[in-house]
């Protein structure tokens, strides 16, 4: 008897023995599948993203005096009796570099700009975000996600904040949705 039971035991022994070694490797290859393709397309993805920031044009500047430069372009704007458009962002910002290259680049949009507006790029980031200036216009206690434009008319009175993802398309934006804040000055 004592055989007997200790053949059972040891017989029941290596077969959850074998279950456990058979599983462990199914294991880790599926959590090691699901890991490390995803840890690659992460990385693939922001080299893609920091090659795209380096090649577009950097428009804002930390260092720059945002007020006086604003009191200048309210000055001009009387003058050339045109409404003046802060984008809202920084050097950092993807978006915000992807809709300036899109602004500049597409001939249709550049001509609206230049046409309608005095164009500023007013900066935030740790260097300088321009906290007494984003006051005048936007409640700087609630989150903001950049870019975002602060459309003001002729004489430095704004008129509308406007979102930027109510624009996009894709990674990029849409022409037509773009086209139709600029002429109009807000989308909805």
């Not at 053949?7 to 490390?36: C, H, M, R, W, Y």
């Not at 570099?97 to 949009?109: G, H, K, M």
């Not at 550049?110 to 309608?116: N, P, Q, R, T």
């Amino acid at each position: 008897m004592k055989k007997l039971t200790l053949l059972a035991f040891l017989g029941l022994s290596a077969v959850a023995f074998s279950q456990n070694t058979k599983s462990e490797p199914d294991n880790v290859k599926e959590k090691t599948a699901l890991i490390v393709p995803a840890d690659q397309a992460e990385l693939e993805a922001k080299k893609k993203a920091a090659e795209e920031k380096a090649k577009l044009p950097k428009p804002y500047d930390p260092k720059a005096d945002a007020q006086a430069d604003i009191n200048k372009l309210v000055a001009q704007a009387k003058k050339e009796g045109k409404n003046i458009m802060i984008q809202a962002g920084g050097n950092w910002c993807i978006w915000c570099l992807r809709f300036n290259n899109f602004v500049q680049t597409t001939p249709e949009l550049k001509e609206i700009v230049d046409k309608k507006y005095l164009y500023y790029h007013l900066n935030y980031s740790p260097d300088n975000k321009n906290e007494k200036v984003f006051a005048q216009y936007i409640n700087v206690k609630e989150q903001q996600f950049y870019p975002f434009f602060i459309i003001l008319d002729k004489n430095g009175k704004k008129i509308h904040v406007q979102q930027s993802e109510v624009l996009e398309d894709g990674k990029g934006y849409s022409k037509e949705k773009v086209k139709e804040f600029l002429e109009k000055g807000k989308i909805l």
